[in-house]
DNA sequence: TTAGAGTCTCCTGATGAGTGGAGAGTCAAG
DNA sequence: CTTGACTCTCCACTCATCAGGAGACTCTAA
């Protein structure tokens, strides 16, 4: 299968095929005559796994470090859950900043709508016109 | 005052500085006759007021248009307004996401809990080693 | 006068995950 | 044999926000 037919059957751009090939993340199984990639069967359920991994916010990096131990022989279900807590916790420290943040959003317009000449209070007081 | 004394004086590195006149965020008053950047009092004000809006989430072009509207004679408390409800917006649309996403991944990871045998069931099925 | 600190412009790289195009080569059908 | 679709490599660019360094110039203090 030339990648082009890899790209309509799987959804994923050429481009992007080559760029996870030279990444290592999906490798052809060799080259035909004319020098063009060649790509197996096994390149679909690989492409969907990475997909689902990238949904769950997974980088390529992490993403290949799971296919590399796949590739070593063995199923990468373990790494995964430990990627999976990572990116959970991660996910968990980022919607605390989101949420910190919102709330002081959310301060300042409310300053502003019970005390309109306030201007701005907090943000704009030194800057003069 | 030189691009040095206003980056000690505001503890913005001097890149920065140049980086952010270039933007036209922070304008230069012009050069001295050797070709130094010249700054004014009123930009310490001013970068303070960047740096807030930074802290806020705002972009760098997001500011830019905030300064805009002020340097045009007014102040730009209105559309600061706008900006940081927008970003409230956004906020919540990334943090809905991100509880999703984090509902997602709990999920996978209990199964896998409750069903050891499942061995990754939605994410690895389609990979054999 | 000289040393050293400060500043200038320009170039490159870094992050992540690609996208776009140029120019050349390959392949299959008519 | 030709045409058009496909593919190749290589390079530049995207988004944002700078950071690092080269090589040259300017300014200040002793």
Redesign the pocket.
């Known amino acids: 299968m ?4 890899l ?1 309509s059957r799987s959804g994923v ?4 095929l ?3 090939e030279e990444l290592g993340l999906l490798p ?1 199984i060799g ?7 060649l790509f197996d069967e096994d390149s679909l359920p690989r492409l969907e796994f990475i997909r689902r991994l ?1 949904a769950l916010g ?4 992490e993403i290949q470090s799971c296919l590399a131990v796949h590739d070593a022989g063995e199923l990468p279900c373990h790494d995964i859950q430990v990627m999976l807590n990572h990116q959970i916790e991660r996910i968990d420290a980022r919607m605390k900043e989101l949420h910190q943040l919102r709330g002081e959003l959310q301060g300042l317009l409310a300053d502003w709508q019970n005390d309109p000449t306030k201007q701005g209070g907090v943000i704009c007081p030194n800057l003069k016109v």
Do not use: D, F, H, Q
């Open positions: 030339k990648i082009g037919a790209a751009p050429v481009k992007t080559r760029y996870y052809a080259r035909s005559e004319g020098g063009y990639r990238k997974l980088s390529l990096e």
